[in-house]
């Protein structure tokens, strides 16, 4: 039986990563690679939503991809589960950057400037320009990665830690946030700041572990208003705390309030999506077959608008986030609906093989 608040959970999150890239896109807070403050205020308060979303959104789908995880070894093999991770993930980050995401490269590189210089080689120049096609793909880098650990991990603790998991109470819920914050101390990537290999890694275990167990979600369920208006609190005293002040790196990252108010608030939502969506209709339907090319596709369309039309100020700035916006949603929707029907080079960009309709549907259990 499908967990239908899984899937909500995923495309849900997958809309705010599309809006926050458009803020990000044109951030006043000095956050690099993007385009930048394109207005003539002062401040930009509204780039406060960056700081609402981004210390948990991430770190809630890589909860999810636990769960999912557990719910397809459930009935398929370790062998059968590395095999279709790696299509579905490796592949893509792999063969897909030369197939169609050095594009995504190309604007990235732009952007920086790199692809303007006369100091770096032709070569460095092309390199640059397909590593940097990774762009939004190092979640899918990290997934495949953590699923091969997943697989050792299983071999040597033989379900003793999954039974452990299951009986976890709401006390014990509440002291995970004990790991979550020294493992965010450590494994981080200089300069690349997403790489975070410990406390993600830490998000998908507990998924696969601990949250995968029903009698855990309806813990989760029972307090989840509880866990919502405590995640409000510390989202305010995070927003006030560090706005204007960089969130995606350290010490902002790496602080006490960061790391407390992203794991209360992913707890939040589990559970109030357990509890209030675990449904299916034909809008939830639709979003959650197409959240993953949303997911890949998106950052070309938002980027692109900044380059070509923001950064030269062909466009206005509201024009510019309006259009960034469009751009993202329509561009990701329409390439994947493209892509997804052409055979082999779906295979190579999206890690489909199978007959369009069965792949979509193979889509929602990353």
Request: aromatic share 18%; charged share 15%; hydrophobic share 50%.
């Amino acid at each position: 039986m499908r967990k239908n608040y899984l899937d909500n959970i995923r495309w849900f999150t997958v809309v705010l990563v599309v809006i926050y890239h458009v803020f990000y896109m044109y951030n006043a807070e000095g956050i690099v690679g993007v385009i930048g403050k394109i207005t003539d205020l002062d401040v930009q308060y509204y780039d406060v939503f960056q700081y609402i979303v981004y210390p948990w959104f991430m770190v809630v789908l890589f909860m999810v991809s636990g769960i999912s995880s557990k719910l397809y070894l459930d009935n398929h093999t370790n062998k059968e589960f590395i095999k279709s991770r790696t299509r579905k993930l490796l592949v893509p980050v792999t063969i897909g950057l030369f197939a169609f995401q050095f594009i995504q490269g190309y604007v990235n590189v732009s952007i920086s400037g790199v692809i303007q210089s006369d100091e770096m080689p032709m070569i460095g120049k092309v390199i640059a320009t397909i590593l940097s096609g990774i762009g939004v793909l190092w979640y899918m880098q990290l997934l495949w990665l953590f699923s091969l650990f997943l697989v050792l991990i299983r071999k040597i603790e033989k379900g003793k830690l999954l039974k452990l998991g299951g009986k976890a109470n709401f006390t014990i819920l509440i002291l995970f946030v004990v790991p979550a914050f020294l493992t965010a101390q450590i494994l981080n990537t200089p300069v690349i700041v997403v790489y975070r290999f410990g406390y993600y890694f830490f998000a998908f275990l507990l998924g696969y572990y601990v949250l995968s167990h029903d009698e855990v979600i309806e813990v989760l369920k029972k307090w989840s208003l509880i866990l919502l208006a405590v995640s409000v609190v510390l989202g305010i005293m995070f927003c006030i705390n560090y706005f204007g002040d960089n969130y995606a790196d350290k010490p902002v990252n790496r602080s006490v309030l960061f790391v407390t108010y992203g794991y209360f608030m992913c707890l939040a939502v589990i559970g109030c999506f357990a509890r209030y969506f675990d449904f299916a209709n034909a809008f939830t339907k639709w979003m959650s077959l197409r959240s993953f090319g949303l997911y890949v596709f998106h950052y070309l369309g938002v980027s692109s608008v900044g380059l070509y039309l923001a950064k030269p100020g062909i466009i206005s700035a509201p024009v510019a986030y309006i259009l960034s916006l469009v751009a993202g949603f329509a561009g990701a929707y329409i390439l994947y609906e493209i892509i997804s029907r052409i055979p082999v080079y779906r295979w190579a960009v999206l890690g489909i093989k199978k007959e369009n309709h069965n792949a979509k549907k193979e889509m929602k259990t990353i």
